[in-house]
C-alpha cells in the first residue's frame, strides 16, 4: 500500500478512536450533571397542612404556595458573626429583645439560622442526606418564625466575637444559654420545638438550638 495512505488510514484511526473516547466522557459527564440538578421534593400529599402560626411536626407541612409575610433583616447583635438573617418582622423584634435582655443576664446569644427558603432547606438535605432535616416546605424555617440560635463569647458581659470561650466547644444544650432560654423564652412567644419529652409526638430528635415563635 502506498505510504501515503497508510498515513491518511492512520490519522483516521486516531481521529475515530479520539472522537469515541470523547463521545464517552461526554455522555458520562452529562449523567453526572443530571444527578447534581435540584429537584425539590413535592410536599407531600398525605401531610397534614398547617397555617405555620404553631409548630411543624413531622407528619406536617406548609401550603404548597406559602411564603412567610414581611422578612426583615436581623441586626448585626442580634446575627452570627459574618452572616445575614432575615425573620418575619414580629420574631425580628422578639428576638432581639431576647437577645438583649440575656446579655444584661451575662448570658450571649446570637442567631446562627433563621428563615431558609425551600431551595436553601434542598440544599441542607443534599449536603446531609442521611439527617432529620425537614423537607421543604415541612421545615419551621421556612415560616419565618424559627431560629437556631448559638452561643457567643463575651468580654465585660458583651459579645466579643475576638475572645475565647472554652465551654462553647460544648453541646448547645449543656450551656447555661440553653438554661437561660429554657426559663425566659416563653415570654418573647419563643418555644423550643423538638425536646426529648415529644419526640414521639415531634418525630425529630431533640434540637436545643432550634426556637420558634408562636403567634395568633
Ligand atoms: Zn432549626
Request: hydrophobic share 15%; charged share 30%; no cysteine.
Given at each position: 500500500m502506498n505510504q501515503k495512505i497508510k498515513i491518511i488510514i492512520g490519522i483516521l484511526v486516531i481521529w475515530a478512536a479520539t472522537l469515541s473516547i470523547l463521545t464517552v466522557y461526554l455522555f458520562v459527564q452529562a449523567n453526572q450533571l443530571d444527578d447534581r440538578v435540584v429537584v425539590l421534593e413535592p410536599v407531600k400529599l398525605d401531610c397534614e397542612i398547617v397555617n405555620g402560626k404553631k409548630h411543624i411536626y413531622k407528619n406536617q407541612c406548609l401550603p404548597e404556595n406559602y411564603e412567610p409575610q414581611v422578612l426583615t433583616e436581623l441586626s448585626k447583635r442580634a446575627s452570627w458573626l459574618g452572616t445575614y438573617q432575615y425573620l418575619d418582622i414580629r420574631a425580628k423584634m422578639s428576638i432581639e429583645q431576647l437577645i438583649v435582655d440575656a446579655e444584661k443576664d451575662g448570658m450571649c446569644l446570637a442567631v446562627v439560622s433563621s428563615y431558609r427558603s425551600k431551595e436553601e432547606q434542598q440544599r441542607l438535605i443534599d449536603d446531609a442526606?442521611?439527617?432529620h432535616i425537614a423537607f421543604p416546605g415541612q421545615s419551621e424555617h421556612h415560616t419565618g418564625l424559627a431560629v437556631d440560635l448559638g452561643a457567643c463569647p463575651m468580654k465585660d458581659g458583651k459579645r466579643d466575637d475576638s475572645v475565647e470561650r472554652l465551654?462553647?466547644?460544648?453541646?448547645?444544650?449543656?450551656l447555661l444559654e440553653y438554661q437561660w432560654l429554657k426559663r425566659n423564652a416563653e415570654k418573647y412567644?419563643?418555644?423550643?420545638?423538638?425536646?426529648e419529652d415529644n419526640r414521639s409526638e415531634t418525630g425529630?430528635?431533640?434540637?436545643?438550638w432550634h426556637w420558634k415563635m408562636i403567634v395568633r
Open positions: 442526606p442521611l439527617s465551654e462553647l466547644k460544648n453541646p448547645f444544650g449543656e412567644g419563643f418555644e423550643e420545638s423538638y425536646r425529630y430528635p431533640p434540637e436545643p
